[in-house]
């Protein structure tokens, strides 16, 4: 599996499962711009450091790529964290601890939450999902 693939894979499962979970909120990816007006979510995909998991000839090795899936819910500030709450845990439901990817190729782990208040008028809950797969070289 390559990175694009991988890639792929995520944001698909993303764009099956969040409309009904979440009651329509919308979403952006990396790079859109968003309405800031009202909650949404910012889906970002981001590497990290892998390593060799075999040793081979060329053609024969396999490495583990590392990332991690990070959703960022925006909401207004001073509306309380209650519906941020809700949004991360179908967050939650979609990336933690599963198999994405038409043979289970992307292996997803415990997800983990940080707030961050960025500015006076926006509150940000960020939910952060590890995950990996394999790329034979």
């Keep these: 599996m390559t990175k694009a693939d991988a890639v792929k894979a ?19 990816f990396d790079n859109d711009v968003a309405d800031e007006s009202s909650t949404y979510a910012r889906v970002r995909i981001q590497s990290l450091q892998g390593g060799e998991r075999t040793i081979g000839a060329p053609g024969n090795r396999r490495f583990v790529r590392e ?3 990070i959703v960022e819910l925006r909401g207004p500030a001073n509306h309380g964290r209650g519906p941020l709450d809700v949004l991360a845990a ?3 439901t979609i990336f933690e601890a599963v198999r994405i990817g038409p043979a289970g190729e992307v292996v997803t782990f415990s997800s983990y939450d940080s707030e961050d208040t960025s500015d006076a008028a926006r509150w940000v809950l960020a939910v952060s999902t590890p995950f990996e797969y394999d790329e034979p070289r």
């Design 67 to 69: 990332g991690l899936i």
């Design 90 to 92: 179908h967050v939650r």
């Design 10 to 28: 995520i944001l698909q499962r993303w764009m099956i499962e969040w409309p009904s979970l979440s009651d329509g909120t919308p979403y952006v």
